[in-house]
């Protein structure tokens, strides 16, 4: 997805005009007399001035203040958000519909941004993940990149690979996809039910996260409970397998720490077994599943 053409022109009308007060302000290149001849300068030179722009944010208030081409209120409000940039190095995990997914690289967040003129797979190329430094800037309740965007050649191994993939979905596990700024961690998050079956997603998650499981579960017995049942569900998918393969079907089982302890044709028969060899408090731990015939 990209801006309309209205909306193109108006950030590009905006954003040249504050980075050449920016110029003026500051001495991070030699002087240009006219924002004409700051348009036509190289993109290293813009670069290099956006960056000292990003060093001296109160430039934008300053710039707001001073209005020297007469920018409308509305126009000024987006001035302002800018204030709310984030500077930094992001992978460029997805093309989607709406947007593409900007994953940063110093947290875990995802970012959902919004091409300027031109639509950001067409600028960066189609094979993901891509490692680019960018600036993203709100713009009329989306984000957008500023379109002076570095990218590095680096090599992304299989491991990396995962890595990176385990980070956006923690982020959006954590945050959902970002689509507006100013971003407020504040907001609630999830709940610890969902942050345990989160950390029980995959061996992966399970290995990385286990303090966090661990920590949990013995705070709480309805979250002993609820990693017991998720950890009997991935259980129980190794053994229907290996049931059918010697020829079982039509039965319930209940597992409890990776063991089948009972089994029986029914499951009214299995939970009377339960209670006949599990202590009452453990009872509700077991998770019972079902094999059907095929």
């Not at 709100?138 to 965007?149: A, E, H, S, T």
């Not at 709940?191 to 079956?197: G, N, P, T, Y």
């Not at 661990?214 to 017995?221: A, F, W």
């Not at 409890?256 to 731990?285: F, H, N, Y």
Request: aromatic content about 10%; proline content about 3%.
């Amino acid at each position: 997805m990209r801006l309309s053409e209205k909306d193109r022109k108006l950030f590009h009308q905006l954003h040249l005009t504050l980075l050449f007060y920016a110029s003026q302000q500051t001495e991070a290149v030699e002087h240009v007399s006219t924002l004409e001849e700051f348009i036509c300068s190289s993109v290293e030179t813009k670069n290099t001035i956006r960056d000292a722009l990003c060093e001296n944010a109160h430039l934008i208030d300053s710039f707001v203040a001073e209005n020297p081409l007469h920018f409308s209120a509305g126009e000024l409000d987006i001035l302002r958000d800018w204030k709310h940039f984030i500077k930094g190095r992001f992978f460029v995990m997805r093309y989607l519909k709406k947007y593409t997914v900007f994953l940063e690289e110093s947290q875990p967040r995802a970012y959902g941004v919004v091409g300027l003129s031109d639509e950001i797979e067409d600028m960066l190329g189609p094979r993901l993940p891509i490692y680019i430094e960018a600036v993203l800037l709100p713009f009329r309740g989306q984000i957008v990149c500023d379109g002076l965007v570095t990218t590095y050649s680096v090599y992304l191994g299989p491991g990396m690979r995962r890595s990176l993939n385990d980070a956006y979905q923690e982020a959006k596990f954590r945050h959902g996809v970002i689509t507006s700024l100013p971003f407020s961690p504040d907001k609630a998050g999830p709940s610890d039910a969902d942050r345990l079956k989160f950390y029980l997603k995959s061996k992966g998650n399970r290995e990385r996260y286990w303090e966090e499981i661990e920590n949990l579960v013995n705070k709480d017995s309805c979250l002993l409970i609820l990693y017991h049942q998720e950890m009997g569900k991935i259980d129980a998918r190794a053994f229907k397998k290996r049931l059918r393969e010697i020829g079982l079907k039509k039965a319930w089982f209940a597992v409890l720490e990776g063991m089948i302890i009972a089994s029986a044709s029914t499951k009214d028969e299995v939970k009377r077994i339960l209670q006949d060899i599990l202590p009452a408090e453990k009872q509700e731990l077991a998770y019972l599943f079902q094999l059907r015939g095929r």
